[in-house]
């Protein structure tokens, strides 16, 4: 089945203690990103990855890292988490970064941090 | 400065009804797609519309884009409980690989 996956789905955490968000495609895409998601907000984008080895910023990428290493794998890395980056987090993937821009998206991670 | 303007922000219906959203923008998209998010899961694609002018339908859906690029519509008929969502229009803008996203309909279909 072609899908978008990440661990852990929810995840209360402490600040300034690091963790990664995981995030898996088996549909061979090229093209991955974060977003985060906010009531009021909408969804922004934190940051993306046109192919392996990669990376660009997005709207909202203060906080965070990343890396493409693998095609298939783009982990998001908050090295020290602060409460205001308590949200809900998605990645998800396209064939490429040009038109049509069609992504497929992750189940979300619910990240607390405390 | 939202990029991309999504009306009504919330609507409530009852079952049967028809109902149009809307997702407006100053600048021009080479592309526009809709997406749909339930609860506790992540968007999901229903469609994209590519040329100014363009008309998909999806069962009971119906997409539009406009003349210019700039706007797009999504009409239901005879809405039904399962229609209840999160509306999601998105753009992208020429060689920018970013995709910019409204920040959603919420609808919620009565029986």
């Known amino acids: 089945e072609a899908q978008v996956t990440q661990n852990p789905r929810y995840l209360i955490t402490v600040t300034g203690k690091k963790l990664t968000v995981t995030c898996s495609q088996n549909m061979n895409h090229e093209y991955m990103s974060w977003y985060r998601q906010d009531p009021g907000l909408g969804l922004r984008q934190i940051y993306y990855?046109?192919?392996?080895?990669?990376?660009d910023k997005g709207d909202v990428p203060e906080g965070y890292k990343v890396s493409r290493k693998e095609k298939r794998n783009f982990p998001l890395i908050l090295e020290s988490p602060s409460p205001n980056q308590t949200s809900l987090y998605f990645c998800a993937s396209s064939l490429t970064g040009g038109a049509p821009y069609e992504q497929y998206f992750g189940p979300g991670t619910r990240l607390t941090v405390t | 400065t939202q990029l991309l303007e999504q009306s009504p922000q919330f609507l409530s219906i009852q079952e049967g009804e028809n109902l149009t959203v809307y997702c407006n923008s100053s600048s021009v998209f080479s592309s526009l797609q809709w997406y749909r998010q339930e609860p506790g899961e992540g968007p999901v694609l229903l469609v994209t519309?590519?040329?100014?002018?363009e008309v998909k339908k999806l069962k009971r859906l119906t997409f539009q884009f406009g003349d210019a690029r700039k706007d797009s519509s999504l009409h239901i008929t005879a809405a039904q409980p399962g229609d209840t969502g999160l509306y999601l229009c998105?753009?992208?803008?020429?060689?920018?690989?970013?995709?910019?996203f409204g920040k959603g309909t919420l609808l919620t279909v009565n029986p």
């Open positions: 998105a753009g992208g803008l020429g060689s920018n690989y970013k995709l910019t």
């Open positions: 519309v590519v040329t100014g002018g």
């Open positions: 990855s046109m192919n392996v080895e990669v990376t």
